[in-house]
């Protein structure tokens, strides 16, 4: 009933760029918060970033400075700007949403099906 569909990811030099896109689509009626998690091998998912849709913003610790989130609530999508790039940031990142749908009362999560990032010289 909604998909969200990843851009952006890809390999990229340390101290280099990437941004990240997630456009979810269906039966939506509303998105409170979305965000961006990471899941690197052998590490539990975290989340990076996350926006409520009334601009509240959170970031980990070790992306502070250096990612910045953001969404277009008329276009149902969130970006990360990722600058300043590490190694320790390669993982495939995940985007993640709370979405409601018409004709519901409640909301449910729904997650992308991941981007590759690689930070590597």
């Known amino acids: 009933q909604v998909q969200l569909v990843e851009s952006g990811g890809g390999l990229v030099q340390p101290g280099g760029s990437l941004r990240l896109s997630c456009a979810a689509s269906g039966r939506i009626s509303s998105i409170n918060a979305m965000g961006w998690y990471r899941q690197a091998p052998g590490k539990q998912r975290e989340l990076v970033a996350g926006i409520m849709r009334g601009g509240s913003i959170y970031y980990a610790d070790s992306v502070k400075g250096r990612f910045t989130i953001s969404r277009d609530n008329a276009k149902n999508t969130v970006y990360l700007q990722m600058n300043s790039l590490k190694p320790e940031d390669t993982a495939v990142y995940y985007c993640?949403?709370?979405?409601?749908?018409?004709?519901?009362?409640?909301?449910?999560?729904?997650w992308g099906q991941g981007t590759q990032v690689t930070v590597s010289s």
């Open positions: 993640n949403a709370d979405v409601t749908l018409w004709f519901r009362a409640t909301s449910s999560d729904y």
